[in-house]
């Protein structure tokens, strides 16, 4: 399971660890990765992913799943997400047209 957000793309970024002589070593800095289950309103089905704290906030910002969904860069997203996304829009598609 690699160490991206589903949503934001989010990933490991690399830095030093410079200690108090001024010693640099190289590291990790890691997003901080949670399991979440989500809602789709439009769809009436929850979802798990794999997303950062902060993407979880721009989420509930934005006004759900669905919402965040509709804006989001297809690049960003992950293949799960990009799914549900066109189901999404499918299913808003059908509902327009009905």
């Known amino acids: 399971m690699s160490r991206r957000c589903e ?6 970024m690399s830095g030093n660890n410079v200690s108090h002589a001024k010693n640099r070593t190289r590291r990790r800095f890691l997003p ?10 439009t769809l009436g089905r929850s979802f798990r992913f794999r ?7 721009s989420v509930d910002h934005r006004g759900g799943l669905d919402a965040y969904l ?3 860069k297809d690049d960003e997203l992950s293949a799960d997400a ?7 829009a499918k ?4 509902k327009a047209t009905a």
């Open 32 to 41: 901080n990765l949670q399991e979440v289950t989500m809602m789709s309103d």
């Open 51 to 57: 997303i950062s704290n902060a993407a979880l906030r």
């Open 7 to 12: 949503l934001t793309g989010k990933g490991p």
């Open 70 to 72: 509709a804006k989001a």
């Open 91 to 94: 299913a808003v598609a059908a």
């Open 82 to 88: 990009l799914k549900v996304k066109k189901e999404i």
